[in-house]
């Protein structure tokens, strides 16, 4: 079974309450410009407290973005967290922000 899914899976069998936020590269400025803007990002964030749960990241490069989700896993961030901290423009890490957003309904670009 693929990873994303099954991490999928455990937290929506536990009793943890969550919260999505997904973003599509086609609304990434980066990845319309290198032409590859198949893809989105996703964010799996507790409920109660804002903690990223998960992250699945399918597209162009993302070996160059899934740095910084497992960066914020590891010290136990927040989506708000990645929210505040800056993202040059046009970068593909950019989609990462906005699915962080996006887990409060406040995508700037969708």
Do not use: Q, W
Request: glycine share 6%.
């Amino acid at each position: 079974m693929d990873l994303c899914v099954l991490s999928f899976l455990l937290v929506k069998a536990s009793s943890v309450t969550y919260k999505v936020g997904k973003f599509p590269y086609i609304a990434n400025n980066r990845a319309r410009n290198i032409d590859d803007a198949d893809g989105m990002v996703k964010i799996i964030a507790d409920k109660e407290t804002d903690k990223i749960l998960g992250v699945h990241i399918m597209g162009p490069s993302v070996g160059e973005v899934i740095h910084e989700a497992c960066l914020a896993m590891e010290y136990g961030a927040s989506s708000e967290d990645i929210v505040r901290t800056c993202h040059s423009h046009p970068t593909l890490s950019e989609a990462l922000k906005e699915a962080a957003m996006a887990t409060y309904d406040k995508p700037i670009h969708c």
